[in-house]
């Protein structure tokens, strides 16, 4: 199981999400109406291109949009350049949308970014080791 290659796609997923991120870390990095500008800032769909992560990110991210919005947007691009919104909704979406592709990661991958919930993590041991008839003590 150490070697089924689930933790590198992972680890890889969450390096993406973090490289978009630092693409758009400051409202002068994020632009509108395109997806890139000639100045080099990006929309957010932009800077999953320029990451090459559009594949599998932007599911997550579209997520992570309605998710934050509680509206449903069917493409990025329709949050990105909408009216109302503005460069801290764009950042939260982003965390949203790492904490959500972390929480489908193992825990050895999460924990080379952020420590996992003892209380979470110990509940889960505790129900595979009730599944494989170890004991739970």
């Known amino acids: 199981m150490p070697f089924d290659g689930i933790g590198s796609i992972s680890e890889e997923r969450l390096r993406k999400i973090d490289a978009v991120n630092d ?6 990095k994020w ?3 395109a997806l890139t500008s000639h100045d080099g800032r ?3 769909r932009g800077a999953i291109l320029a990451v090459g ?13 309605n998710d934050v919005t509680g509206k449903r947007f069917r493409r990025i691009e329709a949050f990105n350049d909408h009216p109302d919104t503005e460069h801290g ?3 939260t979406v982003l ?9 489908m990661t193992p ?7 952020r420590p996992a919930s003892p209380s979470w993590t110990g509940t889960v041991r505790g129900w ?3 599944l494989c008839g170890a004991p739970t003590g």
Do not use: M
């Open 23 to 28: 693409l758009l870390a400051s409202p002068d």
């Open 31 to 33: 632009y509108k109406g």
């Open 42 to 44: 990006h929309c957010i």
């Open 53 to 65: 992560a559009s594949g599998f990110l932007e599911p997550a991210v579209l997520q992570a949009i």
């Open 89 to 91: 909704q764009v950042v």
């Open 95 to 103: 965390a949203q949308a790492r904490a959500n592709i972390a929480a």
């Open 107 to 113: 825990a050895v991958v999460r924990l080379t970014h």
């Open 128 to 130: 595979f080791r009730g």
